[in-house]
């Protein structure tokens, strides 16, 4: 029976999860539901000066909010826990005591100076800058002797040198390295704590951990962990590395492009639904030039041999295109939630708004904008004349609504009708709104498309009826005899 899959995604808790990061998860996350696996979520903490706690959180919650759920974690533990590095100390060292006696490993007690020394020296004579194996064949006297008397020093793992390494990567397929590049690197740092490459692989070991999918930048470390699982005469992991992401000019994606990290893009008011999609099309295609693909499918089409060996080009516009697809699909009901506390903030309703008319027409509002909007930025934007009083009128409708010379005539027509309509509901208000239209002999749309524009100040919405009495009698009036004056005084495209 094939074991069951093992993955991990193993952040270090040094700053926000960018989106390369994410993406990664992803593919992990995608990997282990598809194989019916288990996605396990490590942290490397080993750096102690750059971890901070801070970042830990917002890692977590960004998963959460992502949607991206592990089966083994340091907040909902495991078989194989402590899952954060910070707490493994002790397995670490029990692996290195064990390379110790196999004699796999040596300590070497060259200062920083003397290795600077040695890269120069190699500098001069062409050579590349790897170790120069000084402390490989101490004696074990000599060895014994200078530990017994503390001389600082670190561990180095016996490397052959000979031959060839072949890492085979579910994505680049065979990737050959010369087993001269790697030279005895260090396992084990003089402030007594693992590297990443050895804590890394000890994780992997211990945590039965099947397949590493991780990011390209670590295929070239890749052959000094095959080393080190050989060391530990185990076999090594299936590798995996996720090509990089590169800004639209091809260079390294950074701040500088705009929003990279995920608590960013929530920020910005992009839907984690979208984000993931997004995450999805960086490096994976699902085939058929589908481009909308939420998890449930996602899961579905996954596998590593889609992930393109090739960079992906960050493309912020497919972001925004899926985001306005994923926001349209909302219940308007699910959006007013999303943006509750920014309305409440501009004083569109109140905190604990019970007025179930004005629940209404809040739903009626965000369901006709909510079908123009990309996001909740443009949403709250579309929603303003229906909350604002209207300072500027759309120039192309102004153009096209109020060329006619009898237009303020025919809105302080319309306010003088309204001013003796009672009950002020929608019905009746149409229902005099069309006997006017009547009287005047004119097109039903030579007077509602005015009207909304003299209203909102915009040429689309919802309902015209259900805007005015909506809006009510007053402030129906004012903004009708508004823009009736300001016609007058030609000031209507003026600020
Ligand atoms: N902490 C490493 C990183 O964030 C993990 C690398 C790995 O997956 O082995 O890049």
């Known amino acids: 029976m094939d074991k069951q899959v093992r993955v991990r995604f193993a952040p270090s808790p040094t700053g926000a999860l960018h989106i390369g990061g994410a993406r990664t998860a992803y593919f992990n996350w995608l990997f282990a539901r598809k194989n019916q696996g288990v996605f396990v979520l490590r942290i490397d903490d080993t750096d102690r000066a750059r971890s901070t706690e801070e970042s830990y959180r917002q890692i977590l919650d960004s998963f959460q909010w992502l949607g991206i759920d592990w089966d083994e974690g340091p907040d909902c533990g495991g078989p194989y826990a402590p899952y954060r590095q910070s707490e493994r100390t002790e397995i670490y060292r029990s692996h290195l005591q064990k390379l110790i006696a196999e004699d796999k490993v040596y300590p070497c007690f060259c200062s920083a100076e003397q290795l600077q020394a040695d890269r120069d020296e190699a500098a001069r004579e062409g050579r590349p800058p790897r170790y120069s194996g000084r402390c490989r064949n101490l004696s074990p006297e000599e060895r014994a002797r200078r530990l017994s008397v503390g001389d600082p020093h670190v561990y180095r793992l016996r490397t052959d040198g000979g031959g060839e390494t072949v890492v085979h990567d579910l994505i680049r397929g065979d990737v050959v390295f010369q087993n001269s590049e790697i030279d005895d690197f260090i396992v084990w740092k003089a402030d007594d704590s693992p590297t990443y490459h050895f804590a890394s692989c000890v994780d992997d070991l211990a945590m039965q951990i099947t397949h590493v999918i991780r990011a390209e930048e670590h295929l070239s470390n890749t052959p000094r962990h095959v ?269």
């Open 227 to 495: 080393a080190l699982f050989e060391a530990f005469a185990a076999e090594p992991p299936v590798f995996a590395h996720v090509p990089m992401i590169l800004a639209p000019d091809r260079s390294k994606l950074s701040k500088r492009h705009g929003a990279t990290s995920v608590s960013e893009y929530r920020d910005m008011g992009i839907l984690p639904e979208a984000l993931v999609n997004y995450l999805l099309l960086l490096g994976f295609s699902p085939g058929d030039d589908r481009e909308i693909v939420d998890r449930e499918t996602a899961i579905e089409l996954f596998s590593l041999d889609r992930v393109a060996k090739h960079a992906a080009v960050y493309d912020v516009k497919k972001l925004e295109w899926l985001n306005a697809h994923y926001f349209r699909a909302q219940s308007p009901d699910v959006v007013i939630d999303q943006i509750w506390k920014q309305i409440v903030h501009l004083g569109y309703v109140a905190p604990d708004e019970v007025d179930r008319h004005v629940l209404a027409w809040l739903r009626t509002v965000v369901e006709f904008v909510q079908t123009r909007s990309r996001g909740t930025a443009d949403l709250i934007e579309g929603m303003r004349p229906y909350f604002e009083p209207v300072t500027t009128y759309d120039e192309k409708g102004v153009r096209k609504q109020f060329s006619d010379k009898a237009t303020p005539e025919r809105l302080r027509a319309v306010a003088q009708r309204l001013a003796g309509v009672a009950p002020f509901t929608a019905p009746v208000i149409e229902s005099s709104f069309r006997a006017l239209i009547d009287e005047l002999g004119l097109k039903a749309g030579q007077l509602i498309h005015p009207v909304r524009l003299a209203l909102t100040g915009v040429t689309v919405g919802p309902g015209l009826f259900d805007v005015i009495a909506m809006l009510g009698r007053e402030e129906t009036c004012e903004r009708l005899a508004t823009a009736a004056n300001r016609i007058d005084a030609g000031t209507i495209a003026a600020q």
